[in-house]
C-alpha cells in the first residue's frame, strides 16, 4: 500500500495520499490551506489519480483546497454532516456525507467512525493494508504526545471508545505532527497513558 502524507499551511496540518500501490487510484485525505500543490506533485510522482477527498473534519486548516481538488478531478468530498457548517466558500459541488458506513474508494475499504469532540463531526478514518498493518487517521483527536481541543467530556469519549480498543501495532497518522501507534501512545501519551477511561484535561 502506498501512504503519501506531508504537511501544509500556516499550521502545517497534515495531507495524506492513500492508494493500493503507483499507477492505481487514490483518495486524499484532508487537502488543507496550500495543500493543492503539493497534492498535485505527489500525483504526478506516483502517477495517481484521485477519486475521492475525504476530511476527518471541516476546520479550514484541513479542508481549505478540497474544492480546488474536487474541481480539477471531478471527484466527491465526504463529509461528516454536522461539520457541513463550518465549511464556508467554494465548497465542492459533490458533497457527500459520512455515515459511519464503510466506504469503499480506490479497492480501499476505509472504515468510517463518528469520533465527536474537538468538533461535532470529527471522524477517524480506518484502513486495513493489504500487507496486514492497520492505519488510523486521527484528524486533530489525537496525536503524538497529545489530543486535539473541543468539547472534553466528548473527546474523551471517542478517545476511549474508538481509540484505545485499536490494537498497538495500529499506525496514528495524525492531523498535525508526526505518525506514532496506538501502543506508543497507550504507554506514553499522558491522556491515555494506564487509561482504559480518559478524561482530558481542559
Not at 64 to 75: C, N, S
Amino acid at each position: 500500500m502506498l501512504v503519501v502524507g506531508f504537511g501544509a499551511g500556516a499550521l502545517q496540518a497534515n495531507c495524506y495520499l492513500l492508494a493500493p500501490g503507483a499507477d492505481t487510484a487514490c483518495v486524499v485525505v484532508d487537502p488543507g490551506q496550500d495543500s493543492a500543490g503539493a497534492v498535485a506533485g505527489a500525483l504526478a510522482e506516483h502517477r495517481l489519480t484521485p477519486v475521492a477527498v475525504l476530511a476527518t473534519h471541516g476546520h479550514p486548516d484541513h479542508v481549505a483546497d478540497a474544492a480546488l481538488l474536487t474541481a480539477a478531478h471531478d471527484v466527491p468530498m465526504w463529509i461528516h454532516p454536522a461539520d457541513r457548517g463550518l465549511y464556508d466558500g467554494g465548497e465542492p459541488a459533490d458533497v457527500r456525507e459520512l455515515t459511519g458506513a464503510p466506504l469503499e474508494l480506490a479497492d480501499l475499504v476505509i472504515e468510517v467512525d463518528p469520533a465527536p469532540g474537538h468538533t461535532a463531526g470529527s471522524v477517524v478514518f480506518r484502513v486495513a493494508t493489504p500487507e496486514g498493518g492497520r492505519l488510523a487517521l486521527t484528524g486533530d483527536t489525537l496525536f503524538a504526545g497529545s489530543i486535539g481541543r473541543g468539547d472534553h467530556r466528548r473527546l474523551g469519549e471517542s478517545l476511549r471508545d474508538v481509540l484505545l480498543p485499536l490494537p498497538d501495532d495500529t499506525v496514528v497518522l495524525p492531523g498535525h505532527g508526526p505518525a506514532t501507534t496506538i501502543g506508543r501512545e497507550r504507554a506514553g501519551n499522558p491522556f491515555l497513558s494506564g487509561a482504559r477511561s480518559v478524561v482530558p484535561v481542559p
